[in-house]
């Protein structure tokens, strides 16, 4: 048993955790990255095989809002789906308390037993958990199905998240054109350098470097532009 100074009843509470299960960082990071990569990729597919630059931009246009409602429209669904499908699952549970509890409490004992409680704390606390009827489905939940029935996440904050996440990242490939560039040179430059960018934040979620995750996502940016422009360059070449 660790001691704690002098004078101290408690131990002191050293750090802070991320919110891990909020539901919004997978959109934002998907979106963004989507977003970018995608329109990029468009701008410079469309580039290669058409002569003027108002269609490259209308084909930019057009790519950032059609993705970013298609985006949005997947992540709500997406997670609209997973939201009910998770309380589907607790109200099978609550009816399973409701009909056996000892059979239920039982279940919850060797949950415990299973990561090592004896099998008397086991029991003790599977039954002190189980008087309270608001509380014990919820240690259900969380024990047997995995999940926080206090956290579910939100499909419109996924939804919402991730439009204007792909909104921000698709913007960036026509950025050259909306200040009066005509060249695609411009419009890759500027996508890489923003692809680095975005990896390397996203390290400060994971427990990669800025320099692993940036150069990373620099180079499925690339690939993806480049494969794209071929296609484009074969594609004008043929109508």
Known sequence: MTSLPAGRTTPEHHHDHRDVTGGWLRPA???VMDGLVSNTALIVGVAAGADDSKTVVLAGIAGLAAGAFSM????YVS???QTELA?????????????VPDAEQAELAA????RGVDEVTAAEVARQLSLDPEQVWRVHAREELGIDPDDLPSPWLAAGTSFLAFVVGAFVPLLPFVLGGTG???VVLLALVASFVAGAVVSRFTDRSAVYSGTR??????AA???????GSLAGASV
């Open 29 to 31: 990071v998907f979106g």
């Open 72 to 75: 949005a429209t997947g992540e």
């Open 79 to 81: 997670v609209a789906s």
């Open 87 to 99: 309380r589907a699952e607790i109200e099978v549970e609550k009816a399973e308390i409701s009909r």
């Open 111 to 114: 949950i415990y037993r299973s």
């Open 184 to 186: 695609l040179l411009p």
């Open 217 to 222: 996502q620099l180079l499925l940016s690339g």
């Open 225 to 231: 532009a480049a494969l794209t422009y071929g296609v």
